[in-house]
């Protein structure tokens, strides 16, 4: 069963692009390119501060919690998951509507998916909320941290009302949602603990997605470790691993003429965490745009410049139709690393109502060939636009 | 090729009422077939319309108590992780007083694939969900708002409640709907953090929370399905009444062909191929074709404009379904009409053009053939009637060994191949019973003469007769069925409905409303009732185990002095005292025929149902007739069913005592309780619109097998028009031989008397076949319910009247031209000078 | 046994009226055989027609077997025609839904005068024994006309009308015809009156009569030695 209005959504978010965006269309993938207009813009300059930015900005347009994780269960095997909460202001903060019950500002889209070999899970909830309020279907909250749609939350385990603790409650998080289908359910009930500091990109938390300066608010913990446990396909395992979770907000994330992306994020072996991507379009001389995060063990990042990252597709496969790389060459020459970034399933399309790739990868030395003893990393890689 | 044209329609120069009668079966056939499937097309398109929409296809939450829910009621079982939807639903007076439904959703949570999704597709939602919002709206609803389809885009007409979010006209909304978002329409409503009910996709709720009434869509039976059965019979009756018009056709066809039979040998020897001729044929019958179809299609859209309130109020009444009363065609619809009157043009003539091709330049043969071709003909007619009928014997058959209420379109077959089977059988039947009738009057020459001349005429009376036969048929079959069901419905009202006083207090009131009234001094009995949903989860019977998984209502009844007398039960196991102790006991539920005859129930079947506190098995003690009724109900005593399946209080019926004052007993009601306008219903209000749905029901069935008869007199009339002149040609020697004028019209009326009474007399039998058929197989397998079978003398009588009259009216006008033409010119005719 | 006083018949035509009889005279008697002769449209048939009351006169009378035709009824013309008339058409006329036995005593039986032996004996005499199961659109031309005088002579009728009773015939089968007919109304013993415009058909009746220009008189020319 899925929700009427995909389409509608669609078209509200690519602004009249279609699924399969257009060359010539002007507002870039799912409508992120669009004017900012009224609402606020992320700028240089703008500085992070917490723990108010873990929860919701309504001023701007658009803005999401980004969890993805690596796991394995008691017997080696990999499983991995991903949950997403996005949020989207209905209207400009100036002609919001009077907080009467049902009136909505804010429009909610929450995925969830788990996989696990070629099987691959995935649901998606929708909700409205008026920003004046707390508690409604969906919503944010930044002390102590929650985010959720429904019954899917992502929430501080430190309690509050313990006064005693002066923890900071982002450090500590459970993650549930569950979601009933066909196949005999699917879900997780997870904790997450971070074991490193958030960590701000580019320029304090400015990140720059175009030549021509727009960008967003941008910051990541990419050092959760995470327990628990994991359903799929009504069977229950308990699983441990590494997270990912990306804070985005922005008004124009992309240049109108960007029509997608491919972005990487990877814990390597040794320690450190590479965030890269590219966005395809819009670069100085009207080609792509790199940037990305070299972090250190201890979460010292490091900005890298579009300069300072080679991104090569060299295999691609065909999901639901589409011509999608499954098989990156991924250099940083200023960190010594040159991988070769690969999807070992390539069936991870998220057909939600905007569709987008999102699975699993491993990452090997460049001159390694094919031997999986020498794995670098793993990681999650996700490409849109396609 | 255009000369041959012309002289091929030149004849219809001379015989202008040949193509008068071609016309008219064309134009008569294509109306009631098109008018019919006009009211089918713009009633589906209604109930595409309601499916799309809310109310059906979705599992409904309400409170237990009747309260309404609110808005924390919703985030509390979203939060819970349950798939819900909020529904919010008022209403609202339009501008020219008719009631509108205003309809509140959420499209985010709405579950999906309903048509409001399609209509949605292109709209932006952003419009939808934030002011001014936007109030989607059928185009036919406009004229209600007061404005007018042009303006309609983005208008904001004001009502009493305020002013409305500007209108977005959408197609697929059932007429009378206004549907917008939530929060416009809580604004518009007033009803704060109120909704009126909780949806959710079928099945996705496995049971109802806490505190909450679930309602499964399966419960809420589709209006497209309800209705499909009455449909199918109205399809059944076009269906006749387009065969019925394609004889007149295929006798107009036939008269004209051969009387043009030497023109068409001149044309053939003057070098036009026999191909060509075919082909000009196939061309003059298209024209016409084109022309009788059109006006068929045109007239039929106006019958239908004209049945179609009868039909919107049948429907609406009996099956809560909502049809509009304007005609709302798809493109398809003109399509098709015209394709299905051209096909079957093309059927009836294509006899003709088969003739056509086969005819030899020289062939004098025609006249010397017809009497073996005639045999032939009939001989063919009696094989095809045996394949019919061994057709009808095979589904016949087959039925019997289906289960009751299964096989509707196979019943209509059946009855289909009784029709026609008869209809072929006639012609040699009555060809056999004029022979053998001609060897009787040897010694009366006239006599003689009139039978042998009959027979003579029966290869142009023959299809003339059958369609008579069936539309008489259809007629007495009909009205047997329903005078049956009427005398059958009544008496079942009149022993269902036996409080004189229906009250339905709010839900919180419902006790303290009782404890009054049983302190009443007019008020004998009182007899609460009480309602629950539940699913049929086992059926322990003596083929054992099934589990059907069917959602059931369970409604509570008082077993007191007043209702066990008189409540009708069709089968018990021990009898009707044993069976109302059991019930009485609450050892025991009944089940209504309609749950029996699906699911195949006899009395001391165990069933178990779901109930609030794990299952609950009951014995079948009876079964119970409830017409009217599209579900499968289960009858408990009320305190039981208050008790076992914590139902909601529905009503009271009271029984006054003798000499009670009904005025003073409900102005205190009123007074004491401030209940609704309607929360008081009078029994003989009940049994008046009951009743009242009842005509409404088969108001149309009716008027459709009047129309058919009408049709079959038509064909009768044609024919014997068409051959008129043929005739006077043959009466003329018989009169220059010394028969008076006035003897020919005489013998003439008694000769077609005498075969539309014979006809009439074949019919009687075939009706009651036909009856039998209705109530035994349609009805079963339409409604769920078995009717006796009643068949009036009166109908009889009426049946056998009609057909004298209708064939006298037909040979009235022949008659009477003969009559009345001069002596002089019969002799012209006669001699040729 | 027919009888014309100064009749006369006009008829509306689109050139205006046409009187066809303009005061005929016509005496025949029992017994007695007359042809009568005329061009085309020179009113035979309506005299024949006013003959058998099968329509009246404008002016003048017209008495059939005593009766004056115009003093009847319909109904009673139409028995009159019954009890005394044989009529033999052009067009044969017979009734197709009967047999050759049926339509041959058809009126015989109409008139209540069928004697069985006459009838069989007529249905040998015109060569229609074993044909009497065949139903007329079976039989040849010349059959059927044969069959069609049996149905007139049947009632041994007073009187014989026949209107070019050989006209749709070749020549041979013509002739076998008309001296059949000739032979059996001298058997019945009936009148005979016969519209043809044949001289060699009209040749061997009593007597010849012409038509011309609404009057009759004796025929001119070849035919004339004979009337």
């Known amino acids: ?386 | 090729m255009l000369t041959a044209l012309a002289t091929l329609l030149s004849h219809y120069r001379r015989h202008p009422g040949q193509l008068a009668m071609l016309l008219l079966g064309l134009w008569v056939a294509g109306a009631l077939w098109s008018g019919v499937q006009a009211i089918n097309a713009s009633a589906r398109d209604s109930y595409s319309r309601a499916e799309a929409l809310f109310t059906t296809g979705l599992d409904r939450l309400e409170r237990r108590d009747g309260e309404p829910l609110t808005r924390d009621d919703y985030l509390r079982l979203r939060r819970a992780g349950l798939p819900v939807s909020p529904l919010l639903e008022g209403s609202l007076e339009g501008l020219d007083g008719t009631q509108l439904t205003v309809i509140g959703i959420d499209p985010l949570t709405l579950p999906g694939d309903n048509a409001f999704a399609a209509a949605s597709r292109q709209g932006e939602l952003t419009a939808f969900l934030t002011p001014p919002w936007q109030t989607r709206v059928a185009p036919d609803t406009l004229p209600s708002l007061g404005v007018n389809a042009r303006q309609a885009h983005g208008a904001e007409p004001r009502l009493a409640e305020g002013r409305l979010p500007p209108l977005m006209p959408s197609p697929t909304l059932p007429p009378g709907t206004l549907v917008m978002d939530i929060a416009a329409a809580a604004r518009l409503l007033d009803s704060g953090e109120r909704i009126t009910r909780l949806v959710s996709a079928p099945g996705m709720l496995e049971r109802a929370p806490e505190g909450l009434v679930l309602t499964r869509a399966a419960t809420l039976v589709s209006p497209g399905q309800l209705t499909e059965s009455f449909h199918l019979n109205l399809t059944a009756m076009a269906l006749l009444a387009l065969v019925v018009g394609l004889f007149i056709v295929q006798a107009a066809l036939g008269l004209a062909l051969e009387q043009r039979l030497g023109m068409l040998r001149t044309l053939r020897a003057l070098g036009v191929s026999g191909r060509g001729l075919v082909g000009l044929l196939a061309l003059e019958l298209a024209l016409l074709g084109l022309v009788g179809a059109v006006a068929g299609i045109v007239s039929g859209v106006w019958l239908a404009s004209l049945l179609l309130p009868d039909v919107a109020a049948t429907l609406g009444s009996l099956y809560g379904a909502e049809v509009a009363v304007t005609l709302n065609l798809p493109w398809h619809y003109w399509l098709g009409g015209l394709a299905v009157t051209l096909g079957g043009l093309l059927l009836a003539g294509s006899g003709v053009l088969w003739r056509a091709a086969r005819l030899s330049v020289l062939g004098l043969g025609q006249a010397q053939a017809w009497r073996s071709g005639f045999l032939r003909q009939l001989r063919g007619m009696a094989l095809a009637g045996g394949g019919v009928t061994a057709l009808g014997l095979v589904l016949w058959a087959w039925l019997s060994r289906q289960p009751p209420g299964e096989g509707l379109v196979a019943g209509f077959g059946l009855i289909a191949a009784l029709l026609l089977a008869s209809a072929l059988w006639l012609p040699p039947l009555l060809a056999l019973a004029l022979a053998g009738l001609g060897r009787l009057v040897r010694r009366h020459p006239l006599a003689q003469w009139a039978l042998a001349d009959l027979q003579l005429q029966l290869p142009r009376l023959a299809l003339a007769m059958m369609a008579l036969l069936i539309a008489l048929a259809a007629n007495l079959g009909v009205s047997s069925m329903v005078g049956g069901f009427r005398l059958t419905f009544l008496d079942w009202l009149d022993q269902r409905l036996v409080a004189d006083y229906y009250l339905r207090p709010a839900p919180e009131q419902f006790d303290t409303v009782q404890a009054w009234l049983a302190e009443r001094p007019e008020v004998a009995e009182l007899l609460p009732t009480r309602h629950a949903e539940a699913t049929l989860v086992e059926i322990d019977g003596p083929d054992g185990l099934r589990a059907p998984h069917l959602p059931v209502g369970l409604y509570g009844i008082t077993p007191g002095e007043s209702l066990i007398p008189s409540w009708p039960l069709l089968a018990t196991r021990a009898g009707r005292d044993a069976a109302w102790q059991a019930f009485a006991a609450g050892e025991a539920a009944f089940v209504n025929e309609q749950l029996a005859i699906d699911q195949r129930l006899e009395p001391g079947d165990r069933l178990t149902l779901t109930a609030p506190a794990g299952q609950e098995t009951l014995t079948v003690a009876a079964v119970y007739p409830d017409y009217g009724n599209p579900r499968g109900e289960v009858l408990l005593a009320t305190p039981r069913l208050a008790e076992r399946f914590a139902a909601a209080p529905s009503s009271i019926g009271l029984v006054l005592a003798a000499e009670a004052d009904e005025a003073a007993l409900r102005d205190a009601l009123r007074r004491r309780f401030a209940l609704g306008g309607d929360a008081l219903v009078d029994q003989r209000e009940v049994k008046r619109m009951s009743v009242e749905i009842f005509e409404r029901t088969f108001t149309i069935t009716r008027a459709l097998s009047a129309l058919t008869l009408g049709v079959a007199a038509l064909a009768l009339l044609a024919s014997l028009l068409a051959q008129a002149r043929e005739r006077r040609r043959q009466l003329a020697p018989l009169w220059a031989l010394g028969v008076p004028r006035a003897r020919l019209v005489t013998i003439q009326l008694a000769q077609l008397g005498g075969m539309a009474l014979s006809v009439g007399a074949l019919a009687l039998p075939l009706g009651a076949l036909l009856a039998l058929g209705l109530v035994a197989v349609i009805n079963v397998a339409a409604f769920g319910w078995r009717l006796p079978l009643h068949v009036f003398p009166g109908d009889l009588a009426v049946t056998l009247a009609t057909a004298m009259g209708v064939a006298l009216a037909a040979a009235a006008l022949p008659a009477t031209r003969l009559w009345r033409t001069p002596p002089r010119a019969l002799l012209a005719e006669e001699s040729g000078t | 046994m027919l009888e014309f006083r100064q009749v006369h018949k006009t008829y509306a035509t689109p050139q205006g009226p046409l009187a066809v009889l303009a005061g005929v005279d016509l005496q025949l008697g029992s017994g007695e055989s007359l042809a009568l002769m005329g061009e085309s449209g020179s009113g035979k048939s309506t005299l024949l027609h006013l003959a058998a009351g099968l329509d009246l006169p404008d002016a003048g009378e017209v008495r059939l077997a005593g009766h004056s035709i115009a003093a009847l009824d319909e109904a009673g013309r139409a028995r009159l025609r019954r009890d005394t008339l044989g009529l033999v058409f052009q067009q044969f006329h017979l009734v197709p839904s009967l047999n050759v036995s049926d339509n041959l005593r058809l009126q015989a039986r109409l008139a209540k005068r069928e004697t069985p032996e006459w009838s069989a004996h007529l249905s040998e005499r015109l060569g229609l024994a074993g044909l009497e199961r065949r139903y007329p659109e079976q039989l040849s031309g010349g059959q059927q006309q044969r069959l069609a005088i049996g149905r007139a002579l049947a009632p041994r009728p007073a009187l014989l009308l026949a209107d070019e009773p050989t006209g749709n015939l070749d020549e041979t089968t013509a002739g076998e015809v008309l001296e059949l007919l000739l032979a059996l109304v001298r058997e019945a013993g009936s009148a005979l009156l016969m519209v043809t415009h044949s001289p060699q058909v009209a040749a061997p009746l009593d007597r010849c009569l012409r038509l011309t220009h609404g009057r009759l008189g004796p025929a001119a020319g070849p035919e004339a030695r004979r009337c």
């Open chain 1, 1 to 386: 069963m899925r929700p009427w209005f995909v389409a509608a959504l669609l078209l509200l978010t690519l602004a009249g692009c279609g699924e399969r965006t257009a060359p010539e269309d002007p507002a870039g993938f799912a409508g992120l390119g669009e004017a900012a207009g009224d609402f606020a813009q992320a700028r240089r300059g703008n500085a992070l501060r917490f723990p108010e930015d873990h929860a919701a900005h309504p001023d701007y347009r658009i803005e999401w919690w980004y969890l993805t994780a690596n796991l394995a269960d008691a017997r080696g095997e990999p499983l991995g998951l991903q949950w997403t909460l996005f949020r989207q202001a209905l209207t400009p903060p100036d002609e919001r509507p009077a907080p009467t019950p049902w009136a909505a500002d804010q429009l909610w889209m929450a995925h969830m998916a788990v996989s696990r070999g070629d099987t691959h899970r995935v649901a998606e909830r929708f909700a409205r909320s008026h920003s004046a309020e707390t508690g409604g279907q969906a919503g944010t909250r930044a002390e102590p941290f929650r985010a959720w749609v429904d019954h899917w939350q992502l929430a501080s385990r430190v309690d509050a009302s313990d006064e005693a603790n002066t923890d900071d409650t982002f450090a500590a998080l459970q993650l549930t949602a569950h979601q009933d289908d066909e196949h005999g359910g699917f879900g997780y009930d997870l904790t997450l603990t971070a074991e490193g500091p958030l960590v701000a990109h580019g320029a304090a938390g400015f990140s720059q997605k175009a030549a021509d300066g727009q960008g967003s608010m941008y910051y990541s913990q990419p050092f959760w470790r995470i327990e628990g446990e994991v359903t799929l396909d009504g069977e229950t395992r308990e699983v441990s691993g590494r997270g990912w979770l990306d804070r985005e907000w922005s008004s124009q994330l992309l240049d109108e003429r960007q029509q997608g992306w491919d972005w990487f994020s990877l814990h390597l072996e040794d320690g450190h965490r590479l965030m890269a991507f590219q966005l395809r379009g819009g670069g100085p001389d009207g080609g792509d745009y790199r940037s990305g995060t070299w972090i250190s063990p201890a979460g010292e990042p490091t900005a890298l410049g579009p300069d300072e990252i080679g991104l090569t597709p060299l295999a691609s496969r065909e999901v639901e139709g589409r011509e999608v790389p499954t098989r990156w060459r991924l250099e940083v020459p200023r960190a010594g690393v040159e991988l070769i970034v690969e999807a070992p399933h390539a069936e991870r399309w998220m057909d939600t109502s905007v569709p987008y790739w999102e699975g699993e990868v491993i990452a090997r030395d460049a001159d390694s060939g094919q031997d999986r003893d020498r794995r670098r990393g793993v990681g999650y890689l996700e490409m849109t636009g396609y």
